[in-house]
Every structure is written in C-alpha cells, then in structure tokens.
C-alpha cells in the first residue's frame, strides 16, 4: 500500500467510525458492579459461559490456542491490542476467518482510568481503526487493560459505538502454580453466565494453553455450553450481586 492509500484508508476509516457511533451505539442497558462501569456476569440459569482472551495477537500462543478452540468446536472473543494487530494481522484475519469474535483493547494497553480524555479517546479509537483497516470489521466491545476503567472512560468508549466488557474469573492467578491448578480454579468458581478471562499475550502464556483444554473438558463435563460472548450477551438482565 503507498503512503498516499494508506492516508486516504486512514480518511475513510475516520469516516467510518462516525458512521459506526451513530448506528451502532449500545442499546442494552447494563449495571455497572462495584465502582466499575462494565458487564462482568449475565444472570442466567442456563450453563452457558463466554471465553474471552486479552493482549494478542501473539504468535507465541494465539495460533495454539485458536488450534484448541478449533479442536474442541468452541468460539471465543479475543479482545486485542492495536499495536499487536499491527505487527500480526495474519493472526487476526485468522481468528476472525474461524469464526471468533473481536474486541478493542487498546491501541498500546495503557491503563486507561489514569489517561486524559482525550487519550483514552485516541487509544480506543487508534485500536479500532487498526482492526477495521486490516479485517474490515469494527469492534463493539472493548476492555480495559487490567479491568481498571472509570465513568469517563465507559462513556468514551461508548461514543465510540462499543460496550465494556469485564469478566467473573480469570484463568492466570498467583494461587494457581500449575496448569491443572489453573483450570480446577475455574471450574470451582464457575456459574452460569459467567465470563471467563484468559491471555494469550504480553507475557509467558504457555501455561495458560497447556490449561486451556483441561478448563474445557471440565466446563463439558459439568453440562457448561461456551457460547459466543453476543449470544450471552443477547440475555437481557445482568448480575450485579455477587
């Protein structure tokens, strides 16, 4: 692509994003739990989870992981940073050719509630321009890095024509040394509805692939469908109680 396409996609992205602001804004009304503003759980009673990944494309660990997830026949939502989509787009136009979804998590994972307004605006608009220039899609979700988010920064976000995403458990904690350690902590937090959060960048995520098919032959054995994150979302009410 010559300088003068790319400035003239760059144009048409900008232009593109309005558009996506006007016709694509949120409309579900969601309650924000604790001091965040952001869908952490649907209440259902139906066992039915969502997977979501942060902080990739990462050609280290997103191909094993999308090869587990072929696999095992589930979707997932792969919020991903600009700048990594940047540097592998052949990894997100192949998470996106098999069927997964997504999300905007930044153009450089600053960690936004510490940003101006206007560089949260630059970081979530900048990451989902990204993606839209390589794979022709926008995202409507977005995360904050870290989960560390703010009023303001739900409201940017939403300007933007995307909704916040948090999670109900993560795959990586400290107490979890191993990666059956890593699952069985899962599978003993799990409920329905939950969102579950894993990585698949940043830093040494070997353990988290090595745990990823234990947590999803525990969630099949426990009756837990892995749906798509819009199909979860798609229930109306969300949890804020527990």
């Avoid at 960690?111 to 995202?139: A, F, M």
Wanted: with cysteine.
């Amino acid at each position: 692509m010559t300088k003068a396409m790319f400035r003239l996609a760059n144009v048409f992205a900008g232009l593109m994003a309005i558009l996506i602001v006007i016709t694509m804004s949120p409309t579900m009304s969601k309650v924000a739990i604790g001091n965040s503003h952001g869908i952490y759980r649907i209440k259902t009673k139906n066992k039915l989870v969502a997977l979501t990944f942060d902080d990739g494309p990462d050609p280290r660990f997103t191909p094993a992981i999308l090869d587990i997830l072929k696999k095992y026949k589930v979707p997932a939502t792969f919020f991903v940073v600009g700048k990594n989509v940047e540097d592998h787009p052949e990894i997100l136009l192949r998470t996106i050719h098999e069927g997964h979804q997504v999300g905007n998590h930044t153009m450089t994972h600053p960690i936004l509630n510490q940003l101006k307004p206007e560089e949260i605006y630059k970081e979530l608009k900048d990451c989902s321009r990204t993606i839209w220039l390589v794979s022709g899609e926008h995202p409507i979700y977005f995360r904050s890095p870290k989960g560390l988010t703010s009023a303001e920064v739900q409201k940017i976000g939403s300007s933007l024509g995307m909704e916040q995403i948090l999670w109900t458990v993560t795959m990586e904690n400290h107490a979890a040394k191993t990666p059956k350690e890593m699952a069985d902590r899962v599978l003993r937090k799990v409920g329905p509805g939950y969102i579950i959060l894993l990585h698949d960048g940043r830093l040494d995520r070997s353990k988290t692939v090595a745990a990823l098919p234990l947590l999803l032959e525990g969630l099949q054995k426990r009756g837990y469908k892995v749906v798509p994150l819009s199909e979860l979302l798609s229930i109306e009410t969300t949890d804020t109680s527990f």
